[in-house]
């Protein structure tokens, strides 16, 4: 065996057997809405995408689902390493890294260097107006659901707008998700003033680091949980695991149930039993480091990070790949057993309790102890709290949807408006110059064709100008009257 071995200690998280079984990872992103925003658009809409960096999320919709079982098995077969941007898994007694690099092949994302002072810092000057009105009116919450039926109906026709709505949305549920019920980031919307710099930010960088960060702060503990939430493009590690092994996709099966989502497609997912069976085995191809085919990434300065140090043991793992090592299962021993993984959790609450025992008076604020993971506390709340929330989401999605299209109208009659006025300055003008036109040719009395006086056209004018503004008003109260309601029902609800 390589002396590499003797003088560094490749150990696991679990160890070999002791893995936790029958849980999945919880994946925000759902397959459903890259298909549902892409059916939503014009198919030169589509092009477009596929000309930008988004443009491999087209392929992707068309990748097997993401597994939740698969996506726990895998997580649970991590290798203890310490650098902040970087993980290894062991799968059929083989090395597996998932790096920035990786990430890149397989989302086709820009994943490069942040420009100069460009980090995430999309907020406008104080003196400028904010983006996000010329965007969605005066509505402070926008649903990614509410766009996405707003693309549909084509509530807004404007090209570049339909755009900007659907790359606002792939962001908020596909690329950046935080939540099961996602909605536009205000910071996003005003960077997507300026399409090329939107199109040109590194989103893939900022996507791999906030999955990447997910996946760290899962310790021993933490990986007991039933249901483990991940934020970021979760599908990413299943697409990495596929190139590094293709036997992985030989075999192919309904989802087992792991599926969360509406997702009705005839698209397979991994089978989690196939999985385990090549793990097993120990016998698949696996590449370690899966190649890059067709040269996305450049250089490997360009997927570096600045604050990632190096590591004895990634290091070495590098240099066993690329001198072909005969890796096997003696050469990552180590890790906790089941038992001790909970004898550790319940030491965890033990210490919580006792902290919050000793002192004198609680405070409003809610301290987070080592060792117990808000997700859990969350995944217990959201899951007896599911329906109802699913219920209020759908009811405010639909409110938002008629406001925009109260504000549409409204848009439209004040247009009409400015449009009547117009023509009668069109008309006074030409009696005043005692010039006949056809443009002021009665239809009333198109019969004798005799023009109309001033006194009739101001009339007539102000006859339509009131029946336009009286439907404004209309509109005006019936989306008061919803805002209303939203707000009774809200503070009832808070109550």
Not at 24 to 39: D, S
Not at 60 to 83: C, E, N, W
Not at 414 to 426: C, T, W
Not at 448 to 454: F, K, S
Request: with cysteine.
């Amino acid at each position: 065996m390589n002396l590499r071995f003797h003088h560094v200690n490749y150990r696991r998280i679990f160890a070999i057997g002791e893995e936790p079984s029958r849980v999945r990872v919880t994946a925000y992103r759902k397959p459903c809405a890259l298909r549902h925003i892409f059916n939503a658009l014009d198919p030169d809409e589509v092009e477009r995408i596929r000309g930008s960096q988004f443009g491999r999320l087209l392929e992707i919709a068309d990748k097997p689902s993401f597994s939740g079982r698969f996506g726990r098995y895998i997580i649970s077969r991590q290798l203890k390493v310490s650098k902040k941007h970087e993980a290894w898994f062991v799968f059929a007694e083989k090395p597996i890294r998932f790096s920035l690099r990786e990430f890149a092949i397989v989302t086709g994302l820009n994943c490069g260097r942040f420009a100069k002072r460009s980090k995430m810092r999309c907020k406008s000057h104080i003196t400028e107006k904010p983006y996000w009105g010329e965007l969605f009116g005066t509505l402070k919450e926008v649903p990614v659901s509410s766009v996405v039926r707003m693309l549909q109906k084509k509530t807004v026709n404007d090209k570049e707008i339909r755009l900007k709505y659907a790359y606002l949305s792939l962001l908020a549920a596909v690329i950046l998700p935080t939540t099961h019920t996602p909605r536009i980031s205000h910071d996003q919307a005003e960077l997507i003033k300026d399409l090329d710099a939107f199109l040109a930010f590194p989103w893939g960088r900022v996507s791999f680091d906030m999955l990447m960060t997910s996946i760290k702060e899962r310790k021993e503990v933490a990986l007991l949980q039933n249901t483990i939430a991940l934020k970021g493009l979760v599908l990413s590690l299943q697409l990495v695991m596929i190139e590094a092994v293709p036997a992985l996709t030989d075999e192919s099966g309904e989802a087992d149930g792991d599926i969360l989502d509406d997702d009705k497609s005839d698209k397979k997912s991994i089978h989690p039993g196939h999985a385990r069976d090549i793990d097993s085995e120990g016998k698949a191809v696996v590449h370690s480091i899966i190649p890059d085919d067709n040269n996305i990434v450049n250089t490997a300065d360009g997927v570096a990070w600045s604050d990632d140090k190096d590591e004895t043991i990634v290091e070495n793992l590098v240099n066993l790949v690329e001198e072909r090592f005969p890796f096997s299962q003696t050469c990552f021993p180590g890790g906790v057993s089941i038992v001790e993984a909970f004898r550790m959790r319940d030491e965890a609450k033990a210490e919580a309790v006792n902290r919050k025992n000793s002192k004198p008076k609680a405070t409003s604020s809610t301290i987070i102890q080592e060792g117990v993971d808000p997700e859990f506390l969350a995944s217990m709340v959201r899951d007896k709290m599911k329906g109802d929330v699913n219920l209020l989401d759908a009811k405010i999605s639909k409110v938002d949807e008629t406001l925009i299209s109260f504000q549409a109208e409204i848009i439209e009659s004040l247009k009409e408006i400015a449009s009547k006025i117009d023509a009668i300055v069109v008309k006074m003008t030409l009696i005043g110059e005692d010039q006949p036109s056809q443009y002021y040719v009665s239809a009333v009395n198109a019969g004798t064709q005799t023009t109309e006086d001033i006194s009739t056209i101001i009339n007539n004018a102000v006859i339509d100008t009131t029946q336009i503004t009286l439907r404004s008003v209309t509109l005006i109260k019936r989306g008061s009257d919803v805002v209303l309601r939203d707000r009774i029902h809200k503070e009832l609800g808070n109550k």
